[in-house]
């Protein structure tokens, strides 16, 4: 493109021929030729110049006083400048393009220069730039831009003044000489300073005004739009992503890596093996930014090149002196290299990942023990400041077993685990040879600790066991106190029977604590909540979370109090206290967001018990989208059974309602399969009894019969409570007890079978009520009432259901009444009409039921001969507007299959075998 109206001024001596290698082809050294046109001049462009047109927009539309566009060799500054400038010449501005060298660094001849350039502009300046360069007496400085900047002040157009390779000429003194010149030059002059660091001039005023722009390596990075204008079609997506990632964007970088992939034959291969190391790379950054660097500086640079980041503090310590600070000052001017950026207050550095390679190459050319000793004094810093994973990765590079362990240990040991998040304790882990773990008492009870968080229980137990056989009593007390809170944690975290002993030792246990020892008595006070709560006992399991929540807020641990609120709100849930669970769970939500926000799982599990009292109140949507989110990643986390059962049930609960029996059943084969994987023999006999049910509910009964009696779940009600041995088939518990009750009580009444149903439930040890469990208590009297009105019992069944209908809880479990579909309906219509009927204190009972806006649908809208739920009712009115199956089940987010099963509800309520005929009933019965 021609640029009309520029000038550039350059002096100096041509580079000879170079061989044409990839750093040849693009990087050419720009010299000083007074006289030449801007054409002439050579920008390290290269023969595939990037538009960077967006870019030049933003700057021509802003046309600041001054322009800083600062950053290391190679982000394309004069390319940039090229492009910038071809602009403001086609629009009609003039500019003077002048590029500095080390001869400019003297006040004279930077004004000399000026002079020069100006001249160039305009023949007519030539008695003026006599006066200032050979004028006697002498001028200063300041008089000489002054009489310059008056000769300009006349001319009509915009003028941009480009000061190119500022840096070859920064000092002090040119500083204030530019700092003067912004001062006096005229309106329509704005200046744009290029440099490869950031000159200190004094820009506050400029600043504050909007006068000022700067344009730093971040901006001048290359996106993913112009990295595929360089490269064309020569590289897919994925390997163009790649290349850009690991350049950040370094323009030359890039180009070069375009002039060499285009000799590959694999240019895939060729990227994954593209380097701070590959030689082209190699030479540019060797002569364009490593040696511009002083020598003392260079050796700071490799000496710290292993440290992910690092700081002033860190450095000195490192290389044992206390002048790291003049060499991060030094480092400023390869900024886009070595990245300054903020982290607690304080100022941290990180290289730029090809930068690093090249840095680590000479790093690793070091002798072994220079090596080692630097790696120990990075781990002895980090270790000092409390920084518990660099101490050990450092100590790790230093292969210093003893120190991985003095220092793991002065943290707490596998307790890091709980105070700091399991996810802290697997990072340490990974970072260690596993020849090391299991040849160390403490560092297997923390990989035990996190295979246990995992769920990986088998391994956990191995763990375990090789850290008690490794273990001698000579060894601290911390590991001894390590293993055993790792053995409780795993009983918690297994499917095992509880037993009343195992709850008498824990308690005994705890009495020989230490009150001071907040951590462990917190921690058993927490397995005994898990424990009491299997067994059953939630009076017991409530007291023992609130202690642990009391020991862990005096331990300062947010960790642990995450895992109390969820416990304390399971509980509630169970306990039927709804807000109470929702207040709990809604702690642990914000403990998760707040401070472990790097840890989505976290959020997960609290959302997802979340989405069990959403159901419970009947807010299907609402739970489904929480269940959504949230199960996926709870089953490749941390779980035990009672979430694992709760997440499942639930969402299979959920996905019957909305989309049929299959979508529930994939969700169940799910639970079946982390069951297997993660040896949790209750939620496989969970998800066995909730397809029985669901089998049932849906009407298939011979095949809910079937397979009930495959996986022989009657012989779960013949054992006795949280008795071990092998003829078990599961761990028992009053959880698993109740579920088989209550689903082959079920099974027997919509088989017909009210008798045997009415015995399963009468035979039930557990006593739900007298251990406040609402929620099974009031599905076992459902269900009884069920089982009455079917043997002909309506006034035991009326009294019983007056009664349900009476208990303070019922409002909290409304899909508790819906989840039976038509029986219950059914049962509420004959119990209503029978209370009537009689008079009864029965009768004001259900009255109540009319009240309740979602419990309504449950009797309906109608007390006629015709009964019909509320979705039949819906199914009704579409099909009244003339709608297909198929068009319903869309409106309702239904499928078909869902749709054309109640529509067989409703001819077998009516009496009749099709769509127009059950209209005609319908309308007759005002049902419409």
């Not at 190459?361 to 000092?384: D, G, I, M, N």
């Not at 251990?771 to 002909?792: G, H, I, N, V």
Request: aromatic share 8%.
């Amino acid at each position: 493109m021609a640029l009309e109206g520029a000038v550039a001024i350059r002096t100096g001596k041509l580079r000879p021929k170079a061989p044409q290698s990839a750093y040849n082809l693009l990087h050419r050294g720009k010299t000083r030729v007074l006289g030449l046109s801007m054409q002439s001049v050579s920008v390290p462009a290269g023969p595939h110049i990037v538009d960077r047109t967006p870019l030049v927009q933003a700057l021509v539309r802003r046309q600041p006083r001054l322009t800083l566009i600062h950053a290391a060799a190679g982000y394309g500054k004069s390319t940039l400048l090229k492009q910038w400038a071809a602009a403001e010449a086609q629009a009609g501005h003039d500019v003077i393009w002048v590029t500095l060298s080390a001869q400019d660094t003297e006040a004279a001849q930077f004004i000399s220069t000026l002079a020069d350039a100006f001249l160039q502009k305009d023949k007519t300046l030539k008695t003026t730039v006599n006066a200032i360069v050979r004028g006697s007496p002498p001028m200063t400085s300041e008089q000489s831009l002054k009489v310059l900047c008056q000769a300009i002040s006349d001319w009509h157009r915009p003028l941009m003044l480009i000061l190119d390779d500022f840096n070859t000429a920064q000092s002090s003194k040119i500083e204030r000489l530019t700092d003067t010149l912004l001062r006096l030059l005229p309106p329509h002059v704005y200046l744009v300073i290029a440099s490869r660091k950031r000159p200190r001039l004094s820009l506050a005023a400029l600043m504050a005004e909007g006068k000022l722009l700067e344009v730093t390596a971040d901006d001048l990075r290359l996106s993913l739009d112009e990295a595929r204008e360089v490269f064309g079609k020569v590289l897919a997506e994925q390997a163009l992503r790649d290349l850009l990632d690991k350049t950040r964007g370094w323009g030359i970088a890039l180009q070069m890596a375009k002039v060499l992939v285009e000799k590959s034959d694999d240019p895939a291969a060729f990227v994954r093996h593209f380097a701070g190391t590959t030689q082209d790379i190699s030479d540019y950054l060797t002569n364009q930014v490593f040696s511009s660097l002083s020598p003392e500086c260079q050796n700071f640079l490799v000496d710290t090149s292993f440290l992910e980041q690092i700081n002033g503090n860190l450095a000195d310590y490192i290389c044992g002196h206390s002048d790291s600070a003049r060499f991060l000052e030094e480092l400023k001017s390869i900024q886009a290299f070595f990245i300054p950026h903020e982290m607690g207050g304080q100022t941290w550095y990180r290289h730029h990942p090809m930068f690093n390679e090249f840095l680590w190459s000479r790093f690793a050319a070091k002798e072994p023990e220079a090596v080692k000793r630097l790696y120990y004094r990075a781990a002895e810093w980090y270790w000092r400041h409390e920084n518990v994973v660099d101490a050990i990765r450092y100590a790790r590079k230093s292969d210093d077993l003893a120190l991985v362990v003095q220092i793991f240990q002065s943290f707490g040991g596998a307790t890091i685990g709980l105070s700091q998040g399991v996810g802290k304790l697997q990072k340490i882990l990974s970072l260690l040879p596993n020849k090391w773990i299991h040849q160390t008492p403490c560092l297997l009870i923390a990989r035990a600790l996190a295979l246990a968080k995992e769920g990986r229980l088998q391994e956990c137990y191995e763990c375990i066991t090789s850290a008690k056989a490794r273990f001698h009593e000579s060894e601290d007390a911390a590991t001894r106190r390590d293993i055993l809170f790792s053995s409780l944690l795993v009983k918690a975290y297994a499917d095992e029977a509880v037993s009343a002993q195992d709850l008498t030792d824990m308690e005994h246990l705890l009495a020989e604590i230490p009150l001071s020892d907040y951590w462990f008595r917190g921690w058993v006070n927490n397995v005994l909540c898990m424990l009491n709560f299997r067994h059953g006992n939630l009076a017991a399991a409530h007291s023992a979370a609130v202690r642990a929540m009391a020991n862990y807020r005096d331990a300062d641990a947010l960790y642990t109090q995450f895992f109390i609120h969820v416990h304390l709100g399971f509980v509630e849930y169970i306990r039927g206290a709804f807000m109470e669970a929702f207040r709990f769970y809604r702690l642990a939500e914000r403990v998760a967001v707040r401070e472990f926000s790097s840890d989505p799982a976290m959020l997960a599990l609290a959302r997802l018990m979340m989405a069990n009292l959403y159901f419970e109140r009947n807010y299907l949507e609402r739970a489904e989208q929480l269940l959504r989110d949230t199960l996926p990643m709870v089953e490749t986390y941390e779980g035990w059974t009672e979430i694992f059962i709760s997440g499942y049930l639930t969402s299979a609960s959920v996905a019957y309602q909305r989309k049929g029996l299959a979508a529930a059943f994939r969700i169940l084969d799910r639970a079946e399969e982390t069951a297997h994987a993660r040896g949790l023999p209750r939620v496989l006999w969970r998800a066995v009894c909730k397809k029985v049910e669901l089998l049932t509910l849906d009407g298939n009964i011979e095949l809910a019969a079937s397979l009930a009696d495959a996986n022989n779940i009657t012989e779960l009600l013949n054992l006795s409570d949280n008795v071990p041995g092998e003829s078990l088939p599961c761990p028992l518990s009053w959880d698993l007890r109740q579920a088989v009750a209550t689903t082959l009580a079920r099974l027997a009444i919509y088989s017909g079978r009210p008798d045997k149903a009415f015995s399963i439930l009468e035979s039930v040890a557990i006593n739900s009520e007298a251990m406040d469990r609402p929620a099974y208590t009031l599905k076992k009297q459902l269900l009884l009432a069920m089982a009455e009105m079917d043997m002909d019992q309506s006034n035991a069944a009326v009294a019983r259901l007056a009664k349900l209908m009476a208990h303070p809880m019922r409002r909290s479990f409304r899909r508790l009444f819906l989840g039976e579909g038509d029986r219950v309906s059914q049962l509420f219509r004959i119990a209503h009409d029978l209370a009537a009927q009689n008079n009864g204190d029965a009768a004001l009972c259900l009255q109540r039921l009319s009240t309740d806006k979602t419990l309504n649908s449950i009797y309906g809208k109608t007390h006629g001969a015709y009964y019909l739920t509320s979705r039949e009712q819906e199914i009704l009115q579409q099909i009244d507007m003339g709608r297909s199956s198929k068009h319903i089940a869309n409106r309702l987010n239904l499928t078909e299959r869902t749709i054309k099963f109640h529509l067989q509800n409703i001819y077998m309520k009516f009496g009749v075998n099709s769509r127009t005929k059950a209209l005609h009933i319908a309308r007759k019965h005002r049902l419409l």
